[in-house]
């Protein structure tokens, strides 16, 4: 249906400028009922996307700033791959401060999904010790070697317990004010070890020693995996320390 699906939002209701939504997305500034918000059109399944807005709901009422889904007019939280949400006000982290507040709200996400089951269709870091493919990740498509060193990495990671990561807590998907930190862009969030949301600027997180390589080392790994084969990618598995 594309973008028609707005109108499931009510009759006041209306785009205004596209945003950066990445390329699997196309994102927009909207305003529904004279208050601004953010659209995403996706190719996603209903399945993903109920994981999706239930945890954003959750956050929500837990105290964590996310932008929470606004329902059409008959109460869903999605149609036809679009999914509107509150704006979220800030701008990005830009002291050492900053990030070691972006590491305790990383940290209090960690703390509250605890045994939340994976987003469908998603395999954890570790389940890629043995498994080749998952949703954004295909391991046949690197080269060998390559796929060899980032298992290595999150080998370094097994028996550790799981929890929702966010997946990409870069600057742009971080809002901050003077009084709360806000995470944005959940398109990458599924259940793995909280490390690979740890490894951020300044060493933020107050890892130490090991804790800070395998972090690093296994956050750079994924996002080869993830992003394979582009530029970003390519340089983040230059990172990624032979075997």
């Known amino acids: 249906m594309g973008w028609e699906a707005l109108g499931q939002w009510g009759e006041d209701v209306a785009r205004i400028e596209p945003l950066a939504g ?17 659209a995403r059109l996706g190719t ?3 399945d993903d996307l109920a994981w999706e807005t239930r ?23 999605f149609a036809d791959g ?4 509150t704006y979220v006000e800030g701008g990005p982290p830009e002291t050492e401060a900053d990030w070691r507040r972006v590491a305790d709200t ?14 469908p269709g998603w395999r954890s870091s570790t389940d890629l010790l043995n ?12 080269p060998p070697e390559g796929v060899a060193r980032c298992r290595a990495a999150w080998a370094r990671l097994v028996g550790r317990q799981q929890c929702v990561v966010h997946g990409d807590p870069n600057p ?8 709360r930190v806000a995470l944005i862009d959940w398109d990458e969030s599924h259940v793995d070890v909280p490390d690979l949301d740890l490894a951020l600027p300044h ?15 296994a956050s750079a790994a994924w996002e080869a995996a993830v992003c394979w084969k582009d530029e970003y990618a390519i340089k983040r598995l230059a990172e990624v320390r032979a075997v």
Do not use: F
């Open 203 to 217: 060493n933020a997180a107050g890892l130490e020693g090991a804790a800070q390589d395998i972090a690093a080392q």
């Open 172 to 179: 742009r998907n971080v809002r901050v004010t003077a009084d």
């Open 106 to 119: 990383l940290r209090r996400l960690h703390r509250l999904t605890q045994g939340w089951p994976q987003r």
């Open 131 to 142: 498994a080749e493919t998952g949703t954004k990740i295909d391991l046949t498509a690197m």
């Open 82 to 85: 679009l999914v509107v949400m």
């Open 55 to 77: 945890l954003l709901q959750y956050l929500d009422r837990e105290g964590l700033t996310v932008p929470v889904p606004i329902p059409t007019t008959d109460g869903r939280l």
């Open 44 to 46: 996603r399944s209903d």
């Open 22 to 38: 990445g390329v699997a997305n196309d994102v927009w500034s909207v305003r529904v009922d004279g208050r601004l918000a953010v």
